[in-house]
């Protein structure tokens, strides 16, 4: 009978180190990129521009031309409208 290897030629303690340092190495960056969304997030202020007209019923995203954004963009958002001020 032949042993048959497996998909992953890696196994035993090996394995399982190099699976726990990836693994925290993907939380280092995802936690690395939430801390600078955050500060950067945290440096803009919002102000509502002409409050009394806006829609209590309407189209998705029919509101965000009152938001007034003092700071600059965060990421690659394109999809909202907020107008940004400097």
Do not use: C, R, W
């Not at 440096?43 to 509101?63: F, T, V």
């Not at 409208?81 to 400097?86: A, M, N, S, T």
Request: hydrophobic fraction near 45%; charge should be negative; glycine fraction near 10%.
């Amino acid at each position: 009978m032949e042993k048959q290897g497996s998909a992953f030629g890696i196994n035993g303690i090996a394995g399982m180190l190099i699976a726990t340092v990836l693994l925290l190495s993907i939380l280092v960056g995802l936690t690395a990129a939430a801390i600078v969304t955050q500060q950067a997030t945290a440096q803009q202020s919002y102000e509502i521009k002409d409050p009394l007209n806006i829609q209590k019923i309407g189209p998705n995203l029919a509101n965000e031309t009152h938001v007034v954004v003092h700071g600059t963009p965060v990421g690659g958002d394109t999809l909202h409208k907020y107008q940004f001020e400097q």
